[in-house]
């Protein structure tokens, strides 16, 4: 699993218990909302019921002549500012700010709200911060400065397998930590993954020594074409032409290691005792070449 799928899957996790904490606290403020709403209603109808049973029997009183006109009016004036007062104490509560009925929202209308910021803003983050794309331009950026380790490398190539130029980074660790092989395949898996890669004569040199590091035929094989590409590529690289040179001695293609160290040779001073010694070898190499009758096919690079 790549770093950016487990990332996904933290943040997820991490937006459902958010919801999840929110969502019921939301949903038991609704209903006690509507619970308080359901109780104001029914002692508002209580009241009513109790002044309408009053004013009836007020009616009553004065047509029986227990009260008179007078009396009557006062009574029924206090009903009606009984009725206001209750009504007002009911559905007009001055602690509640503009009221419970006038200014509140449903429990489920705020948690839907809720929800739909927090999705929002966790999006939002996604996008902005957490993008796939952005978390592997930083790994690529390490990569390249060259402040990741060879796992953080190997981690980050799990997830971009055609980055040729971090194979190549993660090949030139291998042999700093001494991991010949290691570092072959690395150079191996970037030349097929990226074309200028491929056709860089540095990591054909690079991977040449490598190979003649690691020895046996099978890398010498391999070997030469790929310092002969870096001779072409890297006109005046002695160490390319040492490399070429020890590859086909050890291939027996005398003629071109003849070639070769005659071409080393050029650079040397004739003076010194290194010089007469590859001289002794040049004039053996060209015996052999001469002997030679068919050269060995060479290997694509």
Do not use: C
């Amino acid at each position: 699993m790549s770093d950016e799928i487990l990332l996904y899957l933290i943040l997820l996790l991490m937006l459902v218990l958010a919801v999840g904490a929110l969502v019921p606290s939301l949903l038991r403020v609704g209903r006690e909302e509507a619970s308080v709403e359901r109780e104001d209603k029914a002692y508002g109808s209580a009241v009513t019921e109790a002044l309408r049973r009053q004013r009836a029997q007020l009616d009553e009183d004065l047509k029986s002549g227990a009260v008179s006109a007078e009396q009557y009016e006062i009574l029924a004036d206090d009903l009606r500012r009984r009725a206001l007062e209750e009504h007002d104490a009911v559905f007009h509560d001055p602690n509640d700010g503009a009221g419970r009925r006038a200014g509140s929202f449903s429990g489920p209308v705020v948690t839907a709200a809720v929800v739909a910021g927090v999705t929002a803003v966790s999006v939002g983050l996604y996008a902005v911060n957490g993008a796939p794309e952005l978390i592997g331009l930083e790994k690529a950026q390490a990569v390249y400065d060259g402040r990741a380790d060879t796992p953080s490398i190997e981690r980050y190539l799990e997830s971009s397998p055609k980055d040729g130029r971090a194979w190549v980074l993660l090949a030139r660790r291998h042999v700093d930590e001494e991991n010949f092989p290691k570092a072959a395949e690395a150079y191996r898996r970037g030349r097929v993954a990226n074309a200028k890669v491929k056709a860089d004569p540095a990591v054909m040199l690079e991977l040449a020594a490598t190979l003649l590091t690691i020895g046996g035929p099978d890398s010498m094989r391999e070997a030469q074409p790929l310092a002969q590409g870096a001779v072409e590529g890297r006109p005046g690289d002695m160490k390319a032409v040492e490399i070429l040179t020890v590859a086909a001695s050890a291939n027996e293609d005398w003629r071109t290691a003849a070639e070769s160290l005659s071409l080393l040779m050029s650079t040397m001073n004739p003076d010194t005792p290194e010089y007469v010694q590859y001289e002794m070898t040049l004039k053996r190499l060209r015996e052999l070449a001469a002997s030679q009758k068919t050269p060995l096919p060479s290997t694509s690079r």
